[in-house]
């Protein structure tokens, strides 16, 4: 089965740039996405299409998508990002999550 | 505005079933697919299937194949996802997604626990 591997936790300061990867076989030929979840809310969409940002989200959200990894870059990282974030993509019709990535922001 | 919004929290016996709702407000409900993903707690998310809320069709993953079963009721905008022959690592907090590809919008989530 197909399977998106992310780093277990980031660190990153205020201001700063957080990237997070998300590895899976030859995901550049799939589309990906990201969702923010903070401690006892649901899920939040933050970037669909490898690249594309929903209504609402802050323009310091943005990501890429190339080879075997896509990366989710937060730049100008503000304390309300701190959250667990998840990568997504689809393989024959099945959905996929990656593991998560706790995102600290100290 | 597009709501999502799921019935309550279940405490279910091992090998009981139990069925969780997912109520539709603000869009047209046969124009999205409904995915349900899963959550124990400090875990990571897990999708258990899809379904075409208009034609009826359905996709499961496979580790639920056989046991899940997800319903629609069309006139009340509502999705269902019944989960059979419920063991201890069933308990999660079950959460219903719109999207087609995408989960645009989710529900609150349902907190299903399984414990003798």
Known sequence: ?106 | QVQLVQSGAEVKKPGASVKVSCKASGYTFTNYDINWVRQATGQGLEWMGWMNPNSGDTGYAQKFQGRVTMTRNTSISTAYMELSSLRSEDTAVYYCARGMGVFDYWGQGTLVTVSS
């Open chain 1, 1 to 106: 089965s197909y399977e998106l591997t992310q780093p277990p936790s980031v660190s990153v300061s205020p201001g700063q740039t957080a990237s997070i990867t998300c590895s899976g076989d030859k995901l550049g030929d799939r589309y990906a996405c990201w969702y923010q979840q903070k401690p006892g809310q649901s899920p939040v969409l933050v970037i669909y299409q490898d690249t594309k940002r929903p209504s609402g989200i802050p323009e310091r959200f943005s990501g890429s998508n190339s080879g075997n990894t896509a990366t989710l870059t937060i730049s100008g990282t503000q304390a309300m990002d701190e959250a667990d974030y998840y990568c997504q993509a689809w393989d024959s019709s099945t959905g996929v999550f990656g593991g998560g990535t706790k995102l600290t922001v100290l």
